[in-house]
């Protein structure tokens, strides 16, 4: 079946560091791929939707700048947490949407990336 | 505007009890799209059931259920027979007519935490 992998699974980082997550989709093509956060206890909340070869479309209150997403090839988008501080600690999980052959399109999510930052 | 309400926080029910999750949605959308999704400790999330609104025929799939009524907005989900391997926590999620497509993020509920003791 469809496997989005997420790396890495786990970081700890200092303050003011930049960390970089990846999605990967494993056998199949994402034309896009969703970004959401879970902070500890709650519920998942839309970040951004990211686009094979165009900017990224960032939900309100989520600053652009401060969450870099590259979408540069149709398997692998990239999350960057510049300048992380203690109130990004949460838990990054990404979903690819893609076509599999003689399906419908769907939506797979990754396994996670809890990212803490001290 | 889409949301997603599931009223209970947290249940706890003892080993072979039934328990039934709820979930009740608001949406404009005539087609779209309900799903259920595990979350154990890991964070990762298992993708349980998904349902178009077309499709009001009630699931059952092992131990799980799920009753669909479009008159009262729910999307219930059953657990019959509970085993410890069910505590976790159960998030209830909405797509609208776009799913396929590349607005079709999922919007979650704030999730159930369920706890089955042995």
């Known amino acids: 079946g469809a496997v989005v992998s997420q790396h890495p699974s786990w970081v700890i980082c200092k303050s003011g560091t930049s960390v970089k997550i990846e999605c990967r989709s494993l056998?199949?093509?994402?034309?896009?791929m969703f970004w959401y956060r879970q902070f500890p206890k709650q519920s998942l909340m839309l970040m951004a939707t990211s686009n094979e070869g165009s900017k990224a479309t960032y939900e309100q209150g989520v600053e652009k700048d401060k969450f870099l997403i590259n979408h540069a090839s149709l398997t692998l988008s990239t999350l960057t947490v510049t300048s992380a501080h203690p109130e990004d600690s949460s838990f990054y999980i990404c979903?690819?949407?893609?076509?599999?052959?003689?399906?419908?399109?769907?939506?797979?999510f990754g396994p996670g990336t809890r990212l803490t930052v001290t | 505007a889409q949301k997603v309400t599931q009223a209970q926080t947290e249940i706890s029910v003892v080993e072979k009890e039934d328990v039934t999750l709820d979930c009740v949605y608001e949406?404009?959308?005539?087609?779209?799209?309900l799903f259920w999704y595990k979350q154990p400790p890991s964070g990762e999330l298992v993708f349980l059931i998904r349902r178009n609104s077309f499709d009001e025929q009630n699931e059952i799939s092992g131990r799980y259920s799920w009753n669909f009524q479009k008159s009262t907005s729910s999307f219930n989900f059953t657990i019959t027979a509970s085993q410890v391997v069910d505590s976790a926590v159960y998030f209830c999620a909405l797509s609208g007519s776009n799913y396929g497509g590349s607005q079709g993020n999922l919007i979650f509920g704030k999730g159930t935490k369920l706890s089955v003791k042995p």
């Open positions: 979903s690819a949407r893609g076509l599999l052959e003689g399906s419908s399109y769907e939506q797979y």
């Open positions: 056998d199949f093509q994402a034309t896009t």
């Open positions: 949406t404009r959308d005539t087609t779209y799209y």
